[in-house]
């Protein structure tokens, strides 16, 4: 009874829609974005290290300033203005929808223009390009 009620389980929790299934994310973002990114930066937004596995890329997570103690400190790789900073990769920008205003404000005061590229529940995704050449 025990290895049925195992497997009866096994099989329910891979067809429940989880909320943080990374599956369902990278899929989302394989069907809203044109090319799949080498690097998905996570804007002062909790990083879903999963991606890094569906997605065959890269995971970094940036705040918005150098405030301490900051929430995301811990796993935070640097800042977004010194993420810009670096070379220019195929980085698809993840940012909480809540904070899309402020994410485009910060964008534009460092001279970059975010083009939206698609949501997935209260995730919004987005590429760059400089405003200026």
């Known amino acids: 009874m025990w290895i049925a009620a195992l497997i009866v389980l096994k099989v329910v929790a891979a067809r429940v829609d989880w909320k943080k299934d990374d599956r369902a994310l990278a899929r989302a973002v394989k069907e809203q974005v044109a090319e799949t ?3 998905v930066v996570f804007a002062e937004t909790s990083p879903r290290f999963g991606l890094g596995f569906y997605l065959d890329a890269d995971v970094e997570v940036v705040t918005f300033s ?3 103690p ?3 400190a811990r796993v935070a790789t640097g800042t977004l203005a010194r993420e810009l900073a670096g070379p220019a990769e195929d980085r698809l920008f993840v940012v909480k929808q ?3 205003e402020d994410f485009e404000r910060k964008l534009g005061d460092l001279g970059y223009v975010p083009q939206h590229r698609g949501r997935w529940r209260d995730l919004d995704f987005y590429t760059i ?3 200026r050449p």
Do not use: C, K, Y
């Open 37 to 39: 990114p080498a690097e």
């Open 66 to 68: 150098d405030e301490e």
């Open 70 to 72: 900051h929430p995301l």
């Open 98 to 100: 809540a904070l899309r």
């Open 129 to 131: 390009t400089p405003s």
